[in-house]
Nanobody, 124 residues
Framework: QVQLVESGGGLVQAGGSLRLSCAASERTFTSYIMGWFRQAPGKEREFVAFITQIGANTYYAGSVKGRCTISRDNAKNTVYLQMNTLKPEDTADYYC?????????????????WGQGTQVTVSS
């Protein structure tokens, strides 16, 4: 069982930046593809970004590409999401997730473990 704990959310003005962190309890952290998802009120959970096990590959949703960077520090069992040039439409609860299997990594259903989320609010 992998436990994931997100942090770093908060209130920021449009155009600002935040860095989200997700700490994993699993000592075999490098076995997992890590993803970030978000869910705005009244909307479905949507994919933001994922990173492969040693960070060789990353992939982003079109809505955040160029503004967000996913990274991981396997020595710290932590994955990050740096978000720049934030927009009000980025307001959501942000979740990190972990999966061991290869294959599709841009859908929520592919992930085995989830954190509790951290709230991001972007004011206009």
């Amino acid at each position: 069982q992998v436990q994931l704990v997100e942090s770093g959310g908060g209130l920021v003005q449009a155009g600002g930046s935040l860095r989200l962190s997700c700490a994993a309890s699993e000592r075999t952290f490098t076995s997992y593809i890590m993803g970030w998802f978000r869910q705005a009120p009244g909307k479905e959970r949507e994919f933001v970004a994922f990173i492969t096990q040693i960070g060789a590959n990353t992939y982003y949703a079109g809505s955040v590409k160029g503004r967000c960077t996913i990274s991981r520090d396997n020595a710290k069992n932590t994955v990050y999401l740096q978000m720049n040039t934030l927009k009000p439409e980025d307001t959501a609860d942000y979740y990190c997730a972990a999966k061991r299997s290869f294959g599709i990594s841009a859908i929520a259903g592919a992930y085995d473990y989830w954190g509790q989320g951290t709230q991001v609010t972007v004011s206009s």
